[in-house]
Structure formats: structure tokens, C-alpha cells
């Protein structure tokens, strides 16, 4: 029996609300056919919130490509990821000059990009939409010789733009793989065909480990201001100001169709009826600034297993795996029979009475496990593989997250 991962706000006091049970894949790759083993292993997500009908709205698209993952790269080389972040961790230090660190993000994931531009002319990047971050970064021009990852990327060439203008503040990040370092300068920068004029990072270093096996340029943050460093405006709020949205929204699809073309859309100023069928069903902020909400329990079964007394989720689309606690997702897996590797949690698929006698061996499952120290801890991260199953809407103004069943 696989295990069943119950999500759900609490809701006193109010009776016009309705219960919407989701649910999200435990384990990889589709099969071809109706009725596979992915329609049957799932695990739910309970909202109880309320609903209402799509507004319609003006809105501006930007295709989400899919790629292979970091990880993925690194693991059709032989090398392990998870070596790599040891190490990594071993090395780190605090940075005495301004550098924060964030160890939610490593990028190892990470699979959908889109393409904005910067510079008149533009100069073309492909980042990835984080909604864990807050702050635009790209390679630049003048990177230092030493880092080989700039060069294996789009660069920013400030002399090539009629209207960069100069800044120069220093700039740093500290991921839990990786660090990005450079200095802040200011542009047009164009997302969806919306021009805002941007102040946002060269990076004039990037560590070879991971970034030089990325498929992405850089990074376009969508969090809230409260998480942008150097109180820098993120690009999203640059947008809002202009008024040229209806809605104050932004909403993400990733299509579970690995043959679809494109992998995904994020919509800026609405969401699209093509991509969900029913309502949104909304949940708060668990507080104003992070796009995080409360989670009452995790169950396997009708067996409330984990966070009992309620837990944090926050939902990232940096990321592409439900992640949560070690010792809850070691747990979970046991539950379900899974074993661990270097590459991940996996099942076989032939030993889960629940599903269809297969041809595959061995599947994926999309857990994964990361434990996060208080104040910011404990939780659970769902990434891109939730959203795949849910298209989810971010509501900057009414601060709050949509959820609806992705088609």
C-alpha cells in the first residue's frame, strides 16, 4: 500500500468551505497505457479553503523549457551529487563580507527555464523562476578567467547595452551547493514582453561545482521583497508597479507530458483555464513574505504519521521534489518499500500489490530527504513535481496560494 500524504489547513469558525482532496505522484517515470502504476500511486494534498471561478485576465506568458537536471547530468558522468554537497559543506565558511547564505537551495534539481532578455539590444539568458528567492543574477561579461562555469553560459556584456547603467555594489550568495559572487548593475530587463528597468547581479564568479554542468544561465527570483538581498526590488514587484497587470498574480504549470513542447508556462497577471479543470482552492501565507503555508499532518494511510502538530510547507518551484525531514521521509519510504541509493529513493514497482503487473523494474520515487535546522525548520519543500500535478497560482496582493488539478 503506498503511502498517502495528507496536507491541510484548518479552517474554524466557517462553514461555506468545501474540501478538495489532490493528489501527487510517489514515483517516477509515466508509463504508456491508461490505468499505469503513476495514476495509481499517489499521495494527497487536502485543502480546506476556499473556492471560487477563474477571473479572467489580461496576461503575459513565458515558455518554461524542461532540461536535464544538475543531478542528472552528474549522474550519467558517475559522479554522485551527494558527495559533491558533502564536500561542499565541508569547504563552506561564512563570508564576513555580506554573503548569505541559503541552504534551502542547491539547484541540483532543478529542470524548467525561460528565456528573458537584458540590454538594448537584448541580450538573451535562459534562468530559472525561483520562487524561493528573490533576487535576478547572470554570468557576466567580465568574469574572472578562473571560473570556468561563466563561460560555459549566456554572459552580460554592459558595453553592449545603450542604457546599463553602473552600480558596482558587491554581491554574494552562498548556496548549499555552490556560490555565486559578482556586483550589482542596473538594465532594461524584459520578462514576457513586460520591459522594467532592473537593478540585478554580474556574476563575475561562479563555482565549477555545480554550476558548470547547469543548463541554466541564471536565476530570476519571484519571493517576496523581505527575501531579496540588499533590499534589492525583485523583478515581479518592478513589474506590479507598472500597473500593467489585472491581477497581481502569477501562476505556474509544468506539463507531465515529457514529450509536450514546451515543458510549461508561467503566466504573470492570471492563469490559464487551459491548464487545470475546477476551481482554485486557496490557502493563506503562513506569514506575509514566503510563499510558505501550514501544514496540519502527514499520514500514511488513515495513519497520521508526521508533524502532528503542524509543520511548514513551502511550496518551490526551484526545486523538483517533495522534500521533507530525513528521518520522516526515511520513514515514509520505509513504508512503501523503498530503498535509497546515490541517485535517490527507489521501489519496485512489481512488489506493490496495488499496481499493475509492469515491464519496469525499478521506479523513482519523487521524495526526497533535507533537513533544515530552526528557526527556519523543520519542513516540507514541494517542488516541481507537485506543481506538475497542481497548477498553482501566487497571489501577491490577497497573499495567498491557489491550488487547482492540472490537466
Sequence with gaps: MLSVFNVFQEVK???????????????????????????KSRACFQVVTPSRAPIQSVAYRISLHKMPSIRETLRDMGVSAEQ????????????????????????????????????????????????????????????SPFSTACFTHNRYDASQSRTYVENGTGFSIQYAAGNVRGFLSEDVVVVGGIPVVQVFAEAASLSAM?????????????????????????VFDGIMSQHVLTEEVFSIYYSRDPKH?????????????????????????????????????????????FCAEGCTAVIDSGSSYITGPASSVSALMKNIGAQ??????????????????????????TFRALDVPP?????????????????????????????????
Design 261 to 305: 513542447s514546451p515543458g510549461g508556462e508561467l503566466v504573470l497577471g492570471g492563469t490559464d483555464p487551459d491548464y487545470y479543470s475546477g476551481n482554485f482552492n486557496y490557502m493563506d501565507t503562513k506569514e506575509t513574505g514566503k510563499w510558505e503555508v501550514n501544514m496540519k499532518g502527514v499520514s500514511v494511510g488513515m495513519e497520521m504519521m
Design 375 to 407: 528557526p527556519t525548520g523543520p519542513m516540507w519543500i514541494l517542488g516541481a513535481n507537485f506543481i506538475a500535478r497542481y497548477y498553482t497560482e501566487f497571489d501577491r496582493r490577497n497573499n495567498r496560494i491557489g491550488f487547482a488539478t492540472a490537466v
Design 340 to 365: 535509497l541509493d546515490e541517485s535517490g529513493y527507489k521501489v519496485n514497482c512489481n512488489t506493490v500489490k496495488t499496481l499493475p503487473s509492469i515491464e519496469v523494474d525499478v521506479c523513482t520515487v
Design 13 to 39: 469558525g466557517q462553514t461555506s468551505h468545501r474540501v478538495l482532496v489532490i493528489t501527487v505522484r510517489v514515483v517516477g517515470p509515466r508509463q504508456k497505457g491508461r490505468g499505469g502504476w503513476e495514476e
Design 84 to 143: 559533491i554537497l558533502n564536500e561542499l559543506a565541508e569547504k563552506s565558511t561564512d563570508d564576513k563580507n555580506g554573503t548569505v547564505p541559503t541552504p534551502l537551495t542547491n539547484y541540483l534539481d532543478t529542470q524548467y527555464f525561460g528565456e528573458i532578455s537584458i540590454g538594448s539590444p537584448p541580450q538573451l539568458f535562459n534562468v530559472v523562476f525561483d520562487t524561493g528567492s528573490a533576487n535576478l543574477w547572470v554570468p557576466s561579461q567580465s568574469c
Design 210 to 234: 555545480p554550476f558548470i554542468f547547469a543548463k541554466f544561465d541564471g536565476v530570476l527570483g519571484m519571493g517576496y521583497p523581505n527575501v531579496a538581498i540588499d533590499g534589492i526590488t525583485p
